[in-house]
T-cell receptor, first 118, second 109 residues
């Protein structure tokens, strides 16, 4: 149990286009999901907290108009990278805690989406 | 702000014991977690310490000292499959995780 999926697993796009990444909790409901970005050989940096039924909260330095987050349901959050540029190329990962069945302190991560902007 | 520092790389031989340290400076600290990440993969949860002391889960143990703002992950009976990156992460308000700088563990024969 407690599986999180992401789609797509990788995407290549041209500079200036927008890319949507989906994060789904497959066997539990997630009122909160988190989005991270990870550059090669670096740590995970929290970008934003996705809240079902309300606006996402963004970490300092993350442009909310560039990284649009929509928590459409209790099992789906989407991250849209708008007007992507080569510097946005990174590994994007989502996570969610399974509040009901597991320890709230354990978060379950999706497999990640590797974005390459040409 | 929050920062968690780890050694960048640790090398050990199969069957040995290795300790990965984590020192932190945070506000709103609730506890310290440890995650394992293989190259290109998702982080997977290893352990969580809310209180001072040692938590043991199989070959892995984790320790926390709040007064010293310090924790460590202890891996015993190392196996080749343990070669991965290990991250400590501080849990803050709203269950947000702030990850440490990460430690790449290399297990050699």
């Amino acid at each position: 149990g407690a599986v999180v999926s992401q789609h797509p697993s990788w995407v290549i796009c041209k500079s200036g286009t927008s890319v949507k990444i989906e994060c789904r909790s497959l066997d539990f409901q997630a009122t909160t999901m988190f989005w991270y970005r990870q550059f090669p050989k670096q740590s995970l940096m929290l970008m934003a907290t996705s809240n079902e039924g309300s606006k996402a909260t963004y970490e300092q330095g993350v442009e909310k108009d560039k990284f649009l987050i929509n928590h459409a349901s209790l099992t789906l959050s989407t991250l849209t990278v708008t007007s992507a540029h080569p510097e946005d190329s990174s590994f994007y990962i989502c996570s969610a805690p399974d509040n009901l069945r597991r320890s709230y302190n354990e978060q379950f991560f999706g497999p990640g989406t590797r974005l390459t902007v040409l | 702000g929050q920062s968690l520092e780890q050694p960048s790389e640790v090398t050990a031989v199969e069957g040995a014991i290795v300790q990965i340290n984590c020192t932190y400076q945070t506000s709103g600290f609730y506890g310290l977690s440890w995650y394992q990440q293989h190259d290109g993969g998702a982080p997977t949860f290893l352990s969580y310490n809310a209180l001072d002391g040692l938590e043991e889960t199989g070959r892995f143990s984790s320790f926390l000292s709040r007064s010293d703002s310090y924790g460590y992950l202890l891996l015993q009976e190392l196996q080749m499959k343990d070669s991965a990156s290990y991250f400590c992460a501080a849990t803050g308000g709203g269950n947000k995780l702030t990850f440490g700088t990460g430690t790449q563990l290399k297990v050699e024969l």
